[in-house]
């Protein structure tokens, strides 16, 4: 227990994290589904939220603290929620983790512990660090507060409509191609949503006083990284095989920001 206790809070938030995405991977084993650990990583940030909120000495910003949490619970009930009319059952599995695990073989398991459990893990622990700074910070409620509350809402927004709208196209039309309403100017919305989402969170930060606040931008960083580099050439791909006409969705609109379409 020495182990934990003399290491900083940060890092001892973090381990807790660790052993929680271990469990939940040993259920992903026994069930042979790694879809079971799909709605942990969008539970977990109010929770971490609320711990640095408890911790937090009695002259924090207890108005930039609601606001945050509030912020932060809209969002993981929204994405929950959007998760669960999407779950059919502990049978249901990502088509992403099934291609996998076709590729990986024996190695499967490694690799869904590493990359499927542990990485988001990671990545949604580093994209709370701003907690660690807003939920202490004692300074009065600024201007950046208003821009972070605005972009972070905005952000929830767009992935909420994104989401409905691509949800009423495939109750309507089963397969195709959507290419209608927020889909019109950008290939992945629900992307652009997400990663504003977690820029927001950040902005806060630049309200409090720590001069080393710019270290906590690491997590908005790398989803930015994620989704550029990793979520959207695979879903480019999965789309260009199962979808007609999506080679040409790609050349006439933007990837994650929407833009005006290009016209051929």
């Not at 459990?117 to 949604?124: A, R």
């Amino acid at each position: 227990m020495n182990f934990f206790s003399e290491q900083h809070i940060v890092w001892q938030l973090f381990w807790a994290d660790f052993v929680a995405t271990v469990i939940i991977f040993i259920f992903s084993y026994i069930f042979r589904n790694s879809s079971i650990y799909d709605p942990y990583w969008s539970v977990i940030p109010p929770f971490i939220a609320l711990f640095w909120m408890k911790i937090a000495p009695e002259e924090a910003n207890i108005y930039r603290q609601i606001v945050v949490l509030c912020l932060v619970t809209l969002w993981s009930v929204r994405l929950t929620l959007n998760w669960i009319r999407g779950w059919t059952g502990l049978d249901h599995e990502d088509w992403r983790y099934i291609d996998i695990a076709n590729k990986t073989g024996k190695l499967y398991w490694l690799v869904s512990f590493l990359g499927i459990h542990l990485m988001p893990t990671i990545l949604v622990f580093l994209g709370c660090l701003p907690f660690y700074y807003t939920m202490i910070s004692p300074e009065p409620l600024g201007l950046f507060d208003g821009i972070a509350t605005l972009v972070t809402l905005s952000a929830i927004a767009i992935e909420a409509i994104s989401d409905e709208q691509l949800k009423s196209f495939k109750k309507k039309m089963g397969k195709g191609l959507f290419r209608s309403g927020i889909w019109a100017y950008s290939r992945h919305p629900n992307y652009f949503g997400e990663v504003t989402f977690w820029l927001g969170l950040f902005l806060f930060v630049l309200q409090t006083n720590y001069p080393d606040k710019w270290w906590m931008s690491i997590g908005f960083i790398l989803m930015v990284l994620l989704f550029v580099f990793i979520s959207v050439p695979m879903m480019d791909k999965h789309h260009m095989i199962k979808r007609p006409g999506y080679s040409q969705y790609m050349e006439e609109v933007s990837a994650i920001v929407p833009l005006p379409p290009k016209r051929h």
